[in-house]
């Protein structure tokens, strides 16, 4: 994007939540992800009694045969709006206008010197967020209607941004298996394609001092009746060679 438009962007007034279409599947069929395996990590997700995604485990493996536990996300909810996200025992406070519209993800509400600050264009969807700490640093989100097609994240400077990340996405044409998830999109940098909503078919990444971007393409996919993804493969190439592959499998509930 042309620097011109970062002073437009900052000249947006938040409005509400990014907004994606609902999803259109067999009653019949389940429709919430339980457990997202993909082999170097496995995601289990709990739901409370209103299916809202309420602890969210990540797994590894383990040196030996099974997983050992790399993070646990608890979610606390007032009137079916997540509140409080706690890292094991580190709490995350999402803050909202009188409008009901997220704009603040506070890590320290006492010395606040480290938050998060959303700003949402005229169509309800986030385009840009601000990582107020130590190191500022911002991220500019650019849609493709419902879709998130590139996040570019830069140092906070004086002048123009200093790029040094760039994540660009294309999507298939059916119902993200993730809208249960949006909370992950908000508060996990690497997954803000769970706000989109499609999922994501390829993904092309580029990060300061690399030698060469990496390419991430979707192939073999597997769907339920309701259109939701159950399994599929994931290779990831740079330029010349392909330098992992893996299956990724979705189980529901």
Not at 59 to 66: I, K, N, W
Not at 68 to 88: A, F, M
Not at 209 to 219: I, R, S
């Amino acid at each position: 994007m042309h620097p011109s438009r970062y002073l437009y962007i900052l000249l947006l007034t938040c409005s509400a939540a990014c907004t994606r279409p609902e999803l259109k599947a067999d009653v019949n069929v389940p429709s919430l992800p339980a457990v997202i395996d993909e082999q170097d990590r496995r995601t289990t997700i709990e739901y409370d009694r209103n299916l809202n995604a309420a602890k969210i485990i990540t797994e590894v493996p383990a040196t030996s045969a099974g997983w050992k536990l790399q993070e646990s996300i608890s979610i606390d909810y007032t009137n079916n709006r997540p509140v409080t996200i706690h890292y094991g025992n580190t709490p995350v406070y999402l803050r909202y206008n009188d409008a009901g519209d997220l704009v603040e993800i506070d890590r320290d509400l006492i010395r606040k010197n480290e938050y998060d600050s959303l700003v949402y264009d005229n169509q309800r969807r986030i385009i840009a967020i601000y990582h107020f700490s130590s190191r500022p640093t911002v991220e500019f989100l650019e849609w493709s209607q419902q879709n998130l097609v590139a996040v570019d994240e830069a140092y906070v400077t004086d002048t123009v941004p200093a790029y040094f990340k760039t994540y660009l996405y294309q999507y298939d044409d059916k119902p993200g298996y993730y809208k249960a998830l949006r909370i992950l999109g908000l508060v996990d940098r690497s997954r803000r394609y769970y706000l989109s909503g499609g999922n994501v078919v390829n993904t092309w990444f580029n990060q300061e001092g690399n030698a060469m971007p990496l390419e991430t393409f979707v192939m073999d996919v597997q769907y339920q009746s309701n259109g939701l993804r159950s399994s599929w493969v994931e290779e990831v190439w740079d330029d010349v060679d392909m330098v992992a592959s893996r299956q990724v499998q979705v189980k529901y509930r």
